[in-house]
């Protein structure tokens, strides 16, 4: 509670009240989590729920605030959108929209979550997930690069670096955000347009010396314009350069990951807008990337994010950005305390587990006049608490 509050200063304390107990709701819950449920389990009445999820709240800053309290201070930014499957006609924002795990377009909703990964721990933390609102002068890429632009005095809090999957990797996205003063890590098309900078020195003789020393075959490179970098796996080679992409009509860095046992398959190329960052780190960045999909897999299966049954596009906002900032507080509460060295896998299960049977523990407590202070009873509330956890 103290932890949030020191994150909430900008609401008074009966918002912050409601918001400490909603997110504790949404940690507890076992089934669905929707306005019918908080009225059961929670302290308010189902109307309350309703009418306080319509009041805007900036999760962004309370998000970079409690990430800025328990993180490592080795931060990217992460981008990607994530289908929410919605029934109804009247939803906002209801369209047709990517949906990964079923690998086509289906009807419903699009969250674009931004979150940072913390390098060190290893781990995604949710800041912000707007809504996918389609307009007929802006592709999808313009709208993703203009979420991060909007938003970019509070994510260069955290960093100016940005990491997406392969589909972010077009002009649309990149250029934008290049002109607003951040860095781009990603992955180009396995046929990518790239040319070798010309390396030869003048002759002297008339006119400009030529800049590009021809196309790139990613699986026929020229190592005479390429550096080998040092790896430690022994299967993988790795080759960075500057090169021109035609594409952004730039020179980037590129880092291509090249596997020695797997002779058909073209070699990866990964790049980032920054020709100064190591190859190493270029790597390091870019597969730290995945840690944002574990957010959306443990938001779905345990938090609610595919519950709500609201058509206001602030209660949807507050539901979507509840379910996900909710998992923040499970890792700083529950997991980050832990050694690093010491540190198990996190597991969103066991503090659903946790925090369901406490609810109610405290339950009974109250209707049965159970003092919990006793030391008889101590012992066994403890073992109550963490029954059906995976440690236990």
Known sequence: GRSIRNCVTSVNKWRQDFLIETFLLFLSIKGRINFLQLGRHGEYTEQRY???????????????????????????????PTFIAKSGKKTPGLGKFWSGQASSVKDGLELVGIATIDIDNHTAFHLDAPQTMPTANQTLPEIY??????????????????????????????????????????????????????????????????????KMDPKNINQDYLE?????????????????????????????MKKENDMQDTPKIYFCTDMQMAAGRIIQYYKSR???????????????????????????????????????????????????EDRPSFSMNDVKTINHNTLLINRFLVKFGIDPNLTKNQTNIQELIYYGTIAA
Request: charged share 25%; aromatic share 12%.
């Open 50 to 80: 309703r009418q306080q999820f319509e009041d805007p709240f900036s999760f962004l800053t309370f998000n970079k605030e409690l990430v800025m309290e328990h993180g490592s201070g080795s931060y990217v930014i992460a981008i990607d």
């Open 145 to 214: 690069a203009e979420m991060l632009i909007s938003r970019k005095e509070q994510l260069f809090a955290l960093s100016s670096v940005v990491v997406a999957d392969a589909y972010f990797s077009k002009k649309a996205f990149v250029n934008p955000l290049l002109k607003n003063e951040f860095t781009f890590v990603g992955r180009l098309r396995k046929d990518a347009d790239l040319l070798y900078l010309n390396k030869e020195k003048s002759t002297g003789k008339r006119g400009r010396p030529k800049k590009y020393a021809g």
């Open 228 to 256: 080998l970098v040092p790896s430690t796996d022994l299967e993988t080679t790795l080759y960075t350069a500057i090169v021109y992409s035609k594409s952004f009509k730039r020179e980037i860095r590129i880092v291509i």
């Open 290 to 340: 995945f840690q944002i999909e574990f957010l959306y897999r443990d938001a779905k299966q345990h938090t609610g994010l595919n519950h709500c049954q609201a058509r206001s596009e602030n209660k949807l906002n507050f539901h979507f950005n509840t379910a996900l900032t909710v998992l923040n507080l499970a890792k700083a509460t529950h997991w980050l305390k832990i050694p690093k």
